[in-house]
C-alpha cells in the first residue's frame, strides 16, 4: 500500500510518501517521495522555537512540501477510479510537541484525508523516534526483528527517558527528566555563551576541539604539580595546553537508585559560573567557552550513560536504541559504544539525518501501529493534539 505522512510537532515541517508492505516485524518500506523544510533560521532571532511562528510557517509550507512530493512519487497527475486511492492512508503526528504546531500538521492532514476519503493515523512522536533507527533519508529500508528486552534512550530537545520494551511495541517508561530535557539544556547553556541556536551541535564541536581523544593521550595527563589526573575532571578529558582554568560541575542525581535524571541544577550551575567569572574580570572567550563546553558536555552525558549502564544491568537488555536530537552527540555516541561493547548488546542509533524530527519516523511509527491495530482508526474529528502525550501505558 501507499501511505504519506507529516511531521509538525516543533520546528520541522516534513512530508513523506512511502509504498510499503508486509507485518510489524519484517515491513519494507520504500520512500517514494521526501520533503522538509528547517525553520531554524526563523527561529534564531529568538533563542529558541517561538510557538506562533512556528505554526505560520508549518501552515506556509504544508502545501509546498505536499506538491513536491506527489510530483516526486509522480502522482501529480494522478486519477483514483474505483477503489485505487492516491495513498491508502495519512500518518500525522498527534503529540507530544507544541500543540500550536501539532494542529497545524493535524487540520491539514484531516482535510487531506477528507478529500481523498482515506483513514487518518494518529501516531505517537516519541514512538517515531524509536522505531527511526530502522530508517533511511531515502531507498528502501526494512524493519527486523530485535533481541528484547530493549532498552531506548530518547534524548531531545523536549525529552529525556528511558524506555522499557519488553514486548515488540509496548512501552514503559522507566526514567526520565524531572526538568529540563537534556536538549533544552544543551541549548540554554549555548544561549549562556551567545551561541546561537540550537545550542547542541554549538556546544559539541566547541567540546570536540579541545577533547583529548584516545587511551594513549590520557595515559600521561598530569597537573603541573605532577599529580596524575582524577578520571571525570574536565582536565582529564581536555588538551591541558587548550585550558584556560580547571573547572567543575555538577552531575545532577547520578547516584539516585531510580533512573530518573535532572538537568535545570547542572544549567544554573554554568549560569553561576559564567556570572561569577565575570565578576572576577575574566572575559569568557572561545577558550573559556569551549572549557565550559565541554566540561558541561562530560557532566550532561555522565548523567545519561550511567542510568542507561544501570537499566542494562537491572534489566538484562539485550537491544540498546538511542534517538532524537542529541543522539547526533559525538561524545554520547562514544560513551555508549563503550557500554554496548562491555555488555555486549546490540547498539541501534538513527542514521544522523533521522535523528532530529521527520516525517520518515513518522510513517514508519504509523504503519506499524496500523497494521498492529488491524487498521482500526479513530474517527477524525476524534484526533487532537495533544501536547504532554505519552509513550505507553
Ligand atoms: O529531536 P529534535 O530534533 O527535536 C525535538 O523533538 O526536540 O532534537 C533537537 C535537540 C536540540 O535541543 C538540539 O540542541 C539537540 O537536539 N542536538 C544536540 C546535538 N544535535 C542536536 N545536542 C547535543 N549534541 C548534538 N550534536
Ligand atoms: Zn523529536
Given amino acids: 500500500m501507499r501511505i504519506l505522512s507529516i511531521e509538525t510537532s516543533c520546528d520541522d515541517t516534513a512530508i513523506t510518501i512511502f509504498e510499503v508492505k508486509g507485518g510489524v516485524q519484517n515491513a519494507t518500506f520504500k520512500i517514494l517521495a521526501h520533503n522538509s523544510n528547517s525553520q531554524i533560521n526563523v527561529h534564531i532571532p529568538y533563542g529558541g522555537v517561538f510557538p506562533a511562528l512556528a505554526k505560520r510557517e508549518h501552515e ?3 502545501p509546498i512540501l505536499l506538491d513536491a512530493c506527489l510530483k516526486q512519487a509522480k502522482l501529480d497527475k494522478f486519477k483514483p477510479t474505483g477503489k485505487k486511492k492516491i495513498v491508502d492512508a495519512i500518518m500525522v503526528t498527534y503529540g507530544p510537541g507544541l500543540e500550536m504546531s501539532l494542529w497545524t500538521g493535524i487540520v491539514f492532514a484531516k482535510d487531506l484525508a477528507k478529500k481523498w476519503n482515506v483513514p487518518l493515523v494518529p501516531t505517537n512522536h516519541m514512538e517515531g523516534h524509536v522505531l527511526s533507527v530502522f530508517g533511511k533519508d531515502k531507498g528502501t529500508f526494512k524493519i527486523s526483528k530485535l533481541k528484547g528486552p530493549i532498552l531506548s534512550l530518547l534524548v531531545s530537545g523536549g525529552h529525556t527517558q528511558l524506555v522499557l520494551t519488553k514486548k515488540w511495541m509496548d512501552y514503559e517508561i522507566i526514567g526520565e527528566t524531572l526538568d529540563d530535557a ?3 539544556a544543551f541549548d540554554k547553556v549555548a544561549r549562556m555563551m551567545d551561541l546561537p541556536y540550537p545550542g547542541g551541535p554549538q556546544i559539541s564541536k566547541l567540546a570536540e576541539n579541545i577533547r583529548v581523544v584516545g587511551k594513549q593521550d590520557l595515559k600521561g595527563l598530569r597537573r603541573p604539580t ?3 589526573l582524577s578520571k571525570n575532571s574536565a582536565e582529564f578529558y581536555a588538551d591541558p595546553s587548550k585550558l584556560g582554568f580547571p573547572i567543575s560541575l555538577p552531575r545532577p542525581m547520578l547516584h539516585t537508585k531510580d533512573f530518573n535524571f535532572s538537568f535545570s541544577g547542572l544549567k ?3 549560569l553561576y559560573l559564567i556570572r561569577d567569572l565575570k565578576k572576577s574580570g575574566v572575559e569568557i572567550d572561545d577558550k573559556i567557552k569551549a572549557q565550559i563546553a565541554l566540561e558541561f558536555e562530560n557532566a550532561a552525558i555522565e548523567c545519561l550513560t550511567h542510568k542507561t549502564k544501570k537499566v542494562i544491568e537491572k534489566y ?4 540498546l536504541i538511542i534517538s532524537g536530537g542529541v543522539a547526533a552527540n559525538k561524545h554520547l555516541r562514544n560513551e555508549i559504544q563503550k ?5 555486549k548488546i546490540k547498539l541501534m542509533f538513527p542514521t544522523p539525518y533521522l535523528c532530529s524530527d521527520n516525517s520518515i519516523m513518522i510513517g514508519i511509527a504509523g504503519y506499524l501501529n496500523y497494521i498492529k491495530n488491524k487498521k482500526k482508526v479513530p474517527k477524525p474529528e476524534n484526533i487532537k493534539a495533544t501536547g504532554n502525550l505519552r509513550l505507553g501505558k
Avoid at 538484562?316 to 537491544?319: E, G, L, P, S, V
Avoid at 557500554?339 to 555488555?343: G, S
Fill in 60 to 62: 506556509k509550507n504544508l
Fill in 182 to 184: 537534556v536538549g533544552e
Fill in 226 to 228: 605532577g599529580r596524575v
Fill in 268 to 270: 544554573t550551575s554554568v
Fill in 316 to 319: 538484562k537488555i539485550k537491544t
Fill in 339 to 343: 557500554i554496548a561493547k562491555e555488555n
